[in-house]
């Protein structure tokens, strides 16, 4: 199967640890999540020019553990 887009990472690809589609938290509107794995405070790649205003990194949508959390 092909994509009709063209993706690219989010995470530089020598930074990739791997990518899980197997997460407890991947439910309801979550279900077709994956997760990038790489190690903290790796850089994120921007999907286009622009600027941050504003970010959140509290949430705990997804799951009732921490290590599920944004």
């Known amino acids: 199967m ?3 887009n ?6 530089p690809q020598s930074l990739l ?3 899980d589609r197997t ?6 509107n ?5 997760d990038f794995i790489v190690t903290p405070n790796s850089p994120v790649l921007a999907a286009a020019d622009g600027t ?5 990194d509290d ?3 997804g799951g009732p553990d ?5």
Do not use: E
């Open 23 to 28: 997460s407890p938290a991947h439910i309801g």
């Open 30 to 34: 979550l279900r077709k999540a994956v």
């Open 66 to 70: 921490i290590s599920y959390w944004n």
């Open 17 to 19: 640890q791997r990518i």
């Open 52 to 56: 941050v205003t504003y970010v959140k």
């Open 2 to 4: 092909s994509t009709k």
């Open 59 to 61: 949430s705990n949508v």
């Open 6 to 11: 063209k993706y690219r990472m989010p995470v």
